[in-house]
């Protein structure tokens, strides 16, 4: 098993513009979960999936963000008109709801910057 | 609503010192899983442990342990003879069955530097 993967690792983009990340989970993970970590600080919850359904979204997820993932598989982070705030670092992680733990594996992290 | 606290934002230690790192949390459900990761330089979150709520026996894996107590609700961290390779960004981490899929809510990290 080759883990989470996330694409790209590193974005930079102009204030306003849109960015998608992509998160590929652990194979038959039927779980995902997107966070954001700010500099300094602890990842902080945005949004899971179980299976295709998004079954929780934070407040942390303004309009201008969405997420989505189709047949259960990959998942989508999609910003538009992107702000300065925006600029963290958004990690994805999946787990499996057959471990009774639902011990979560995180990728290596987009890392956004808006300038 | 859960919370967790690292007191603890930086810690200096010198190579083969022992060093604790402090974790507190908050929760107001009986079952609940409590984790420790390690972020090194390369940013990617690495998990350690995982305790259950109805477990507080310690546990060691090598130079690594863990206090889990109900009591104070605490779950630290112990290192014994620290090393280089440990410098790193340390979270605790809890997570609650009914929450979000098992979401984690984490503290805001302690960095670690150990120094040669």
């Known amino acids: 098993d080759t883990g989470v993967s996330q694409d790209p690792r590193h974005k930079i983009t102009k204030r306003g513009q849109n960015v998608t990340f992509r998160c590929d989970p652990i194979?038959?993970?039927?779980?995902l979960y997107w966070y954001r970590q700010t500099l300094g600080q602890g990842p902080e919850f945005l949004t899971y999936?179980?299976?295709?359904?998004?079954?929780?979204k934070s407040r942390l997820l303004s309009d201008r963000f969405s997420a989505e993932r189709p047949k259960g598989s990959f998942s989508t982070l999609e910003i538009q008109r992107t702000e300065q705030g925006d600029s963290a670092m958004y990690l994805c992680?999946?787990?499996?709801?057959?471990?009774?733990?639902?011990?979560?594996?995180f990728g290596p992290g987009t890392r956004l910057t808006v300038t | 609503a859960q919370k967790v606290t690292q007191a603890q934002t930086e810690i200096s230690v010198v190579e083969k010192e022992d060093v604790t790192l402090d974790c507190v949390y908050e929760t107001r459900d009986t079952t609940y899983y409590l984790f420790w990761y390690k972020q090194p330089p390369s940013g990617e979150l690495v998990f350690l442990i995982r305790r259950n709520s109805f477990d507080e026996q310690n546990e060691i894996s090598g130079r690594y342990s863990w206090n889990f107590q109900k009591s104070t609700s605490s779950f630290n961290f112990t290192i014994t003879a620290s090393q280089v390779v440990d410098s790193a960004v340390y979270f605790c981490?809890?997570?609650?069955?009914?929450?979000?899929?098992?979401?984690?809510?984490f503290g805001g990290g302690t960095r670690l530097m150990v120094k040669p």
């Open positions: 999936f179980q299976n295709e359904a998004q079954l929780e």
């Open positions: 981490a809890l997570s609650e069955p009914y929450n979000a899929g098992n979401m984690l809510t």
């Open positions: 194979s038959e993970h039927n779980r």
């Open positions: 992680a999946s787990s499996t709801d057959r471990d009774a733990a639902y011990e979560q594996y």
